[in-house]
């Protein structure tokens, strides 16, 4: 019985191993290059609701849906790709990442939440609401930064 | 079935006309930044699904789910990132992007196309599916770097 449930460990051990696996990277910089890629694509859709949000150009419900799809998917993806090791190399993430994971994961979860607020806001279709949520992303992104990003 | 094949076409031309009206990139560096940040997510996302088409990692219907819709999200982006004067820098894009727009816009409407049926793929959750549609998917990614992409 014991042998039988140590077998039963290891193997869900070794699928857990795999799929981690599969959700991970094969090398500390296709960590680096995949959550910087992510950024890149979040910071982009990001901006362009914030320029309507500013009144920088012309407010646009379907431009805000679109934008908003984008920023919130993005939102989820990066935070897989923070493994340990990937700390060094082309990249500007603190140690902090990995020394204080608490924190680390409170501020990945308030882009989320805050995320969802921008979701709502472009469902709404109002100016003032995406001004709100833009702000409120725009903070979430800030805090993360100033805590985990290197100038 | 030609019906619905055709519904799948034009919805996807009005899915790449509202994403590149809504382009804008203050410099070429710019576009060309984030359409190889667009490129990694995509090509990130689309290896797991292969690897799992492949029977490298065990087959997960939840994570095909995941996958495909970072696959499906990202294959409609990057194609307002090609404007004029991005051509030159550090991009491996060749000219024929510019020099042959139509025949450039097929090969993004082919990538749509398939990212389509790799929904429905994710939908049944068969292996059997997902390995006819990643096979699709990786034949329109293949098509377009062929064309319009230095080695």
Known sequence: MKLKLMGYLLLSLALLTSFSASAQFAKPEDAIKYRKSVMTVMGTHFSRLGAMAQ?????????????????????????????????????KTKADVWKDPVKFKEAQDKLLSESLKLNAAAK??????????????????KNCHDNFKDK
């Open 55 to 91: 009144g920088k150009v012309p407010f646009d419900a379907k431009q805000v849906v679109e934008n908003e799809a984008v920023v919130e998917l993005t939102a989820k993806l990066a935070w897989a790709a923070f493994p340990e090791g990937s700390d060094k190399g082309e990249t």
């Open 124 to 141: 709404s279709g109002k100016i003032e609401d995406l001004k709100t949520a833009a702000a409120a992303v725009g903070g979430a992104c």
